[in-house]
């Protein structure tokens, strides 16, 4: 009986990510998008160098359609909640996942990430790193506070020796939750907005410091390429849709 509910669930979930990834490639091929400063993958890609695409919570739905396939990319995707339908939809979408949660941004919170593998998932991350594999990372944490930048993606920086580049993407049209992220729908036959940061180094011998220097860097420059992409897509910054659709 058991395993007879659990194999219904999986099917549950595995329609339900092929469907969501259906429509994430739908809002690609129909949206107008206009990519700024491209380049900068493309001189990774064409390097055959690795890095780390950041971006902030809730402005990462469509971005796993812009990466090429041929170079490989794994995402952060946590083992809780709504993980297994956000894995199944990054599978359909030609990108691999390390599941874990977030790296703290503190001692103080090592004693929240029991059980949700954030140390493991940073050494997964460092190892795919070495391994020629990007990766794809949220750089701020859940519960919030949304828009500020944690420590871990800069320590995966310092201990692969690989550099984050920002990135974020959006559309005219789409509908915007109220939850802690603002998590952004991207809706179809839209304009979009694909823009690329420059890239942003940590040294492996980094002090206190030096690391902080970097989170702050890495804060501005999500909140630029972010910034940027509205501004194509006609917005203002920090625009809110309080969970309606937006023309």
Do not use: C
Request: aromatic share 6%.
């Amino acid at each position: 009986m058991g395993s007879g509910k659990t194999k219904k669930s999986e099917t549950l979930t595995t329609l339900v990510a092929w469907t969501i990834a259906l429509f994430i490639r739908l809002v690609r091929r129909t949206g107008r998008f206009e990519i700024r400063r491209g380049d900068i993958a493309a001189r990774f890609w064409a390097e055959d160098k690795p890095f780390v695409a950041a971006t902030w919570h809730g402005q990462n739905m469509i971005l796993p359609t812009f990466w090429h396939n041929w170079r490989e990319m794994r995402i952060l995707v946590s083992k809780h909640g709504d993980g297994e339908i956000v894995a199944g939809v990054m599978h359909f979408l030609g990108v691999g996942t390390i599941r874990g949660a977030g790296v703290p941004k503190g001692e103080e919170r090592v004693h929240k990430q029991k059980g949700k593998g954030g140390a493991g998932a940073l050494r997964a991350m460092v190892r795919a790193l070495g391994e020629n594999i990007s990766i794809g990372l949220t750089a701020d944490l859940p519960p919030g506070p949304a828009r500020r930048a944690g420590e871990g993606i800069v320590m995966l920086a310092r201990l692969s020796g690989h550099p984050i580049v920002p990135v974020a993407a959006t559309t005219r049209a789409r509908i915007q939750l109220d939850n802690w992220d603002r998590f952004t729908i991207n809706l179809p036959f839209s304009r979009g907005a694909l823009v690329w940061g420059e890239p942003i180094y940590v040294p492996r011998d980094a002090t206190p410091e030096e690391i902080e220097a970097a989170r702050l860097r890495v804060e501005d420059g999500l909140n630029a390429v972010a910034r940027e992409a509205e501004e194509i897509v006609g917005r203002t910054p920090h625009q809110r849709d309080e969970g309606a659709v937006a023309h």
